[in-house]
């Protein structure tokens, strides 16, 4: 079975770009979250997405959004990039929004 | 107070050796526990749910006290490959939005 799988898994972007970040669940869940890791810290929470709603949002800018899409696949989108925002971007999907959560292998995000 | 907390390490232990690590929570209407594995440069992966009656998984054994709001996990005859970070998580409130530990860091030598 396939597990948790993003795209694309290292990305090198410009201050002030805009970032598009996919994650594909593990099939029959119906939840994806999405989390921020910053090097010797543990992963930060974005966003929760339950059956194309938004359950949950972390304590990140406006410039963060995400959508979950009918198949329950989902996107985390960031506009004005800053030098801060580079992290390892992971996303995890579980069955609902208390199960336990897989995640994918993360997406590395520069900004130079 | 951070919402939840963990001694980041490392703890540097022989094979064989048993090891706890302890993580502290201050949400006392916390309602899930997870401890999660994370190698160097990879995703965390899930070790095991913590319950309330404590369970056990082969060497590994997780423990909540909910009086003292902390989780444990004792790892015992330390295996090299269980040299890692070990995350945990804590899940509060009704909206269940899980927070993370930074991290223990174990570090097993021969």
């Known amino acids: 079975d396939a597990g948790v799988t993003q795209s694309p898994t290292h990305l090198i972007k410009t201050r002030g770009q805009q970032v598009t970040l996919r994650c594909s669940p593990i099939s029959g869940h119906k939840s994806v979250s999405w989390y921020q890791q910053v090097l010797g810290q543990g992963p930060q929470f974005i966003f929760q997405?339950?059956?194309?709603?938004?359950?949950g949002r972390g304590n990140f800018p406006d410039r963060f959004s995400a959508r979950q899409f009918p198949n329950y696949s989902s996107e985390l989108n960031v506009n004005a990039l800053l030098l801060g925002d580079s992290a390892l971007y992971l996303c995890?999907?579980?069955?609902?929004?208390?199960?336990?959560?897989?995640f994918g292998q993360g997406t590395r995000l520069t900004v130079v | 107070r951070k919402e939840v907390e963990q001694d980041p390490g490392p703890f540097n232990v022989p094979e064989g050796a048993t090891v706890a690590f302890n993580c502290t929570y201050s949400n006392s209407a916390s309602q899930s526990f997870f401890w999660y594995r994370q190698d160097c440069r990879k995703e965390p992966k899930l070790l095991m749910s913590?319950?309330?009656s404590g369970n056990e998984d082969g060497r590994f054994t997780a423990q909540l006290n909910r009086a003292s709001q902390y989780i444990s996990l004792l790892i015992r005859d330390s295996k090299l490959s269980d040299s890692a970070t070990y995350l945990c998580?804590?899940?509060?409130?009704?909206?269940?939005?899980?927070?993370f530990g930074r991290g223990t860091s174990l570090i097993v030598h021969p």
């Open positions: 913590v319950y309330s």
């Open positions: 998580v804590v899940k509060s409130g009704g909206s269940y939005i899980p927070t």
């Open positions: 995890a999907s579980s069955y609902d929004t208390n199960t336990e959560a897989f």
């Open positions: 997405y339950y059956e194309k709603e938004e359950r």
